[in-house]
DNA sequence: GTCTATATTCTGATAGAC
DNA sequence: GTCTATCAGAATATAGAC
């Protein structure tokens, strides 16, 4: 299974797993080839240079990060709650399985804020989406002249990515370990929906 | 007023910058010189390593950071919702004079976890705190039963932390500037611990 | 395509004059 | 205390054989 992977893959993988856990800096082209069982010249056979390996293997965890995002938040078939539903439930399923995704992303956004987000996320506002357009729909008047629409979706998203950025921490202080965790994140599945919908009442 | 600084206070402040902004690995020494106007070898003078210079000021960083927490966790005259108003309103003043320093910290943490987390966190343990025993004692039974109470904390941190970790991020695709971005956080304020409670209901 | 050996650049740190 | 010049080692990238 493992042998059947081009050596183009075999590296891709490897680079994937040590940027993501340590950064683009930290990272060292020998230790990538190491892991991926290749010599450190072919590394560059194939990918040219360290920096053009990672803004590759950047672009497509951005894509794949935003994508599944971009896609709910235009459905027009769904209505606010299973958009809700489908978005934590998405995302927490996702970053189960590469749980150092979002402090990658953010972190390297934050070495090199343009780089990144002109390209990425020039296309998606918030405001243009569908799912903005059902929220302030759902929202009672007075509430919608005293609150600020984007709080909801601010909460929404923190409530789903923050635990995955402050795992570490969390298992630490909250006395659990990684089972725990994941239990917890489980449970998040069903509890961030019912309370948005909760706030927006 | 600048020239008043030390020529050591003048370092620690350009480092503190830079590491903050990029991180350990992605910081360089000449940098934090330059920025400091000195010459790299007073630098080393000082502070005898760039690992030791970074080690202070993390350590200086994760102080001011969980030290605040820490009080009014286990505060005994303050009540429940009280706490929240001073957690939430201690932790938006505080990063709104350092946005960087919540991504920095947790970044650093995952770069090598085992450095600071024992060495900090190693008193709180959340179970152990007044802040706790007052929650569940709020909780109705029922709800006791079916979630756990380390759940709303979480959501307290996520709500409170991650609209900074994702500043740039929210910033574009919410199409907003930093000064709508900090009003914004200053709303947030009230309407954090006020969601929290509604959650607890 | 893959490797070994090597060139080149970068970066942290020190020696030594002032 | 502060600087210039320099070293030593690390890390990226390439040359060239197989």
Redesign the pocket.
């Given at each position: 299974m493992n042998s059947k992977q081009t050596?183009?893959e075999k590296i891709k993988e490897a680079a994937k797993d040590i940027f993501m856990k340590k950064g683009y800096s930290a990272?060292?082209?020998?230790d990538i080839a190491e892991h991926a069982g290749?010599?450190?010249?072919?590394l560059?056979?194939y990918f040219?240079?360290?920096?053009k390996l990672f803004n590759q293997i950047m672009m497509e965890s951005m894509s794949s990060f935003f994508q599944g995002m971009i896609m709910v938040f235009m459905d027009k078939e769904s209505d606010l709650e299973q958009k809700f539903i489908k978005i934590v439930d998405g995302y927490i399923e996702q970053i189960k399985q590469q749980p150092d995704t979002p402090l990658f992303i953010l972190s390297e956004m934050q070495r090199n804020p343009d780089e990144f987000l002109s390209k990425m996320t020039k296309k998606l506002k918030i405001q243009d989406t569908i799912l903005y357009q059902q929220l302030i729909a759902e929202i009672g008047k007075e509430k919608l002249e005293s609150v600020n629409p984007i709080h909801f979706l601010v909460n929404l998203m923190s409530m789903t990515l923050f635990p995955f950025i402050a795992k570490s921490m969390l298992e630490h202080i909250g006395d659990i370990n990684s089972q725990q965790f994941n239990a917890l994140m489980e449970e998040r599945k069903m509890l961030i929906p019912m309370w948005i919908k909760q706030m927006l009442r």
């Open positions: 050596t183009e990272t060292k082209t020998r290749i010599n450190l010249a072919l560059n056979y040219r240079s360290k920096e």
